[in-house]
């Protein structure tokens, strides 16, 4: 739960919030020694067809998922370089109880 100005502006679970905010996971991994980087809203699939396709090639793979520090973080640099409203706008208002 995300509150501003005394609201709930965001009621989701962690790795929700952190979708919403921080976006992408990121894939890296190498393929005969050359190092590839790929953002994707779903890296489980991405990685089974990166496997598909390469099997045994792909190596040193890391896979980054969003975290709530990732959408802290972006949250507090979108408000200290003056787009409040890009950063309140990741969430819809959520009615008070």
Not at 21 to 30: H, I, K, P
Not at 37 to 48: L, P, S, Y
Request: proline share 1%; no cysteine; hydrophobic share 40%.
């Amino acid at each position: 739960m995300i509150l501003a100005g005394g609201r709930i502006v965001a009621d989701d679970s962690p790795e929700g919030l952190a979708l919403r905010v921080a976006g992408e996971s990121e894939v890296r991994w190498t393929r005969a020694g050359e190092r590839f980087v790929h953002a994707t809203h779903d890296a489980t699939r991405f990685v089974r067809e990166l496997f598909r396709q390469y099997g045994e090639a792909v190596e040193e793979l890391e896979v980054h998922r969003a975290s709530l520090e990732d959408a802290y973080l972006t949250l507090v640099q979108q408000h200290e370089s003056g787009q409040v409203d890009q950063a309140a706008g990741r969430f819809a208002e959520v009615a008070t109880r």
